[in-house]
Nanobody, 125 residues
Framework: QVQLVESGGGLVQAGTSLRLSCAASGFTFSRYIMAWFRHAPEKEREFVAR????????NYGDAVKGRFTISRDNAESTVWLQMNSLKPDDTAVYYC??????????????????WGRGTQVTVSS
């Protein structure tokens, strides 16, 4: 059974850092583009970051560019999101997602085939 399990969320103060992890199982991790999305209350699900199958290329949403870093280890079937200089506007449930490599990834949640249940990140001022 396909599983993506996020961890590492919590309550932190603005200006601090968190590192989220997503452990994958039940599919061939190295064949998938991986991404992070976030969903704040009463807002649309927002693209955060993605990384290609071998980690050579990354892309970030404008709101997090320069502060967040996505990485992966195919041997460990894990993708991370390093979140620095956190702001209250970063408060959201963060989800990892997977898209088959030939599907091209993208910024739309509808492109992605597998999703985790999410981990809550709350940033206080």
């Amino acid at each position: 059974q396909v599983q993506l399990v996020e961890s590492g969320g919590g309550l932190v103060q603005a200006g601090t850092s968190l590192r989220l992890s997503c452990a994958a199982s039940g599919f061939t991790f190295s064949r998938y583009i991986m991404a992070w999305f976030r969903h704040a209350p009463e807002k649309e699900r927002e693209f955060v970051a993605r990384i290609d199958w071998n980690g050579a290329r990354t892309n970030y949403g404008d709101a997090v560019k320069g502060r967040f870093t996505i990485s992966r280890d195919n041997a460990e079937s894990t993708v991370w999101l390093q979140m620095n200089s956190l702001k209250p506007d970063d408060t959201a449930v963060y989800y990892c997602a997977a898209d088959l490599w030939w599907d091209g990834g993208g910024r739309s949640p509808s492109k992605y085939d597998h999703w985790g249940r999410g981990t809550q990140v709350t940033v206080s001022s």
